[in-house]
């Protein structure tokens, strides 16, 4: 009987946080569809449409170049994830695998750059590409994020739970160091790539703040940057804004409804002990 209360009361609280945690993008989305609100939210914020239209979607992809947008942001995206299964990996198997002095000081070394705020580097990092001339470029959104801590620890301790007997029978076997890191454990880590690149796609699609003081022309712009130019134009009404974030938005529901499985199934593997 108390089981069955415990989980009665479990099940309500996710509800009801659930709740407050969709009520936002469910506004948003009433709000991209109903042409009757102009410059300001009502309040209450209406339930349904009181005039149903896919008027501001019409807008945002034929007054903007949001399809560009999406061009732009998947490219970005796909190369970060990309430059971090190479470098973040590699760094990782050295670490997980390798066999040299002051091992465990380069991974504390790795874990302590996880420590400096964010914020804290926008201004070096922005002098520092301003001098190579990466202004207003992919390539210095992709760089700053190529080299990540948090999936360098999290590829890490995945190698962990893989058996070291592989390594020593593939030597054995004639295979270089190389060829094991990428013929044989790359392939078994395929949850953890899963999710790294569920967490990169999410993290990279909404990333505004680095893009923003990079970018300058209309036509690298991103997602986010594209959509708080919106904000800047005092023209545009808040339906297309809310039209342009539900749209913004629809990649990373996809990636969450068919790559989710990958995340609980690397959290289960990660219990697994050689």
Request: glycine fraction near 4%.
């Amino acid at each position: 009987m108390k089981t069955r209360i415990l989980k009665g009361l479990v099940i309500v609280a996710l509800s009801v946080v659930g709740v407050i945690l969709l009520y936002p993008i469910y506004v948003s989305l009433i709000i991209s569809f109903d042409t009757s609100i102009r410059f300001a939210v009502p309040t209450p914020p209406p339930i349904f449409p009181k005039e149903l239209s896919t008027l501001f979607y019409r807008v945002v992809f034929t007054n903007r170049p949001f399809i560009r947008y999406y061009f732009n942001t998947l490219i970005i995206t796909t190369a970060i994830f990309a430059a971090k299964m190479v470098l973040c990996y590699l760094c990782a198997y050295a670490i997980s695998k390798g066999q040299f002095r002051l091992k465990n000081v380069a991974f504390i070394l790795v874990l302590a750059t996880m420590m400096v705020p964010y914020q804290a580097l926008l201004l070096p990092s922005y002098i520092l590409f301003n001098q190579l001339n990466l202004v207003d470029t992919w390539t210095s959104i992709i760089l700053s994020s190529a080299l990540s801590p948090i999936t360098v620890f999290l590829m890490k301790q995945f190698l962990d739970e893989l058996p070291n007997e592989l390594r020593e029978s593939a030597f054995m076997d004639g295979a270089n160091e190389f060829s094991i890191c990428y013929r044989i454990y790359f392939p078994l880590c395929g949850p953890m790539i899963a999710t790294i690149g569920i967490l990169t796609f999410v993290a990279e699609w909404n990333n505004y703040i680095w893009p923003s003081l990079m970018l300058r022309s209309y036509n690298k712009f991103t997602i986010p940057v594209a959509l708080a130019s919106f904000s800047f134009d005092k023209a545009v009404i808040i339906g297309p804004r809310a039209a342009g974030a539900m749209a913004g938005a629809i990649p990373l529901l996809i990636v969450f409804l068919f790559l989710q499985k990958y995340i609980v199934s690397s959290i289960a593997t990660s219990g697994i002990k050689q």
